[in-house]
């Protein structure tokens, strides 16, 4: 079913993890499988539309191998799959680590280092979807190479990317991604984070341009705002904070995309932002390396507990209009409730409102917006439910 995908991984990354095993003893191999599975369930309401969705679907279904080759390298490929049927590969890459050295080289498919809410797992996010910047900016998993280094209060990383391993193009893009995390207090019950990124990408010469679009916060319907294909390469710059303090947590993010648009009078500026508050009973968020990390439960329910319940409120926002494009723009108010009956196990709710203006493109817009456009009609309301059902291990 992978065909020339899994082909292509075996190659450039198993084939790194062998050259590295066959010089290793049985001994000093370690491996672990894991895994997570992710059911959704979205209720949505488009007021101009006059549309309503009510559907389930498996958002994510993973399964990954990782280990140790010595003291040194690190390695760890991943496969998922979704309601689609389509499998894909996640994570594939090697990581080594010199001898009493601090920086780190990898090789391999991950993601850019950008973005704390991208950077956090999905398993960990504070509310069901990532903020809109993330996925209309498109931060995705690429194959490249990176080094990077960290310390007990910072982490540092760069790296130079191909196009993600399911590309089929005879000319793939490329791009360079850098990030560094610092944290200014980190002691018993606070911590506060502090973060930037960057990333140049730019397209492959017989790939199309970039369209940046955005959904309404739930992953049902389609795409609610849309600029169509403007940019054969964009710069985007970011900046992160966070705190957590013993049982509460704040967090919020700023993004900004300069797209090169030749066929523009100027090249357009995109932004998108979130802040978000939240509070944890029975449990607290956790953060390790620059990013969020599995929640601590305080009582699961395998040791007589009632597990922990988390609750979010968020306030989400993007931008895709500017003088020289009309691609619309989005705000989401979002409050969130997650029961953790352990650590490996989620339960959530997320209400969210939305409203869009929907700018001047139908490209890759969901059927009930683009005919919204195409009537001349400027707005939309978008207001639902994001139910999930996760297991990991």
């Not at 999930?388 to 291990?393: E, G, L, M, N």
């Amino acid at each position: 079913m992978l065909k020339i995908l899994a082909a292509r991984t075996s190659i450039v990354s198993l084939g790194l993890a062998t050259a590295f095993v066959s010089t290793a003893s049985a001994q000093d191999i370690t491996h672990k499988i894991s895994g997570r599975v992710q059911m959704d369930y979205n209720i949505v309401d488009a007021d101009n539309a006059n549309t309503d969705w009510s559907a389930s679907e498996l958002r994510r279904l993973r399964l990954a191998v990782s280990g140790n080759v010595g003291s040194n390298v690190k390695y760890k490929v991943e496969l998922n799959t979704n309601s689609s049927e389509d499998v894909n590969v996640e994570d594939a890459y090697v990581q080594w680590t010199p001898t009493d050295s601090k920086f780190y080289v990898k090789l391999g498919q991950f993601k850019t280092m950008n973005s704390l809410d991208e950077q956090t797992s999905s398993r960990f996010i504070s509310t069901l979807e990532r903020a809109s910047f993330t996925d209309a900016f498109e931060f995705n998993r690429r194959l490249g190479l990176a080094v990077g280094t960290s310390g007990s209060n910072y982490t540092v990383s760069a790296g130079i990317f191909a196009d993600n391993l399911s590309t089929d193009s005879g000319q793939e893009g490329t791009a360079a991604a850098a990030r560094v995390t610092f944290n200014p207090i980190k002691e018993d019950g606070t911590l506060v984070h502090l973060g930037a990124s960057a990333r140049l990408r730019k397209t492959g010469d017989t790939q199309s341009d970039f369209r940046y679009r955005q959904r309404p916060f739930a992953h049902i319907p389609g795409r609610v705002i849309s600029t169509g294909r403007v940019a054969d390469k964009d710069t985007f710059l970011g900046i992160e904070a966070a705190a957590i303090m013993n049982q509460f947590w704040v967090s919020g993010e700023y993004g900004m995309t300069n797209a090169s648009c030749e066929a523009c009078a100027s090249n357009p500026d995109f932004d998108g932002a979130y802040a978000e508050a939240g509070v944890f009973l029975g449990g607290s968020k956790t953060y390790k390396g620059g990013k969020f990390n599995r929640p601590k439960v305080d009582k699961p329910i395998t040791d007589g507990g009632m597990g922990a319940v988390s609750l979010v409120v968020r306030y989400d926002m993007i931008d895709l209009a500017d003088d020289a494009v009309n691609g619309g723009d989005l705000d989401n108010f979002v409050i969130g409730a997650d029961w953790w009956p352990t650590k490996y196990t989620r339960i959530g709710i997320n209400y969210f409102d939305g409203s869009a203006n929907l700018g001047t493109s139908t490209s890759g817009l969901d059927s009930a917006f683009a005919t919204l456009v195409n009537n001349g009609v400027t707005e939309e309301d978008v207001s639902g439910l994001a139910l999930r059902a996760q297991f990991d291990f």
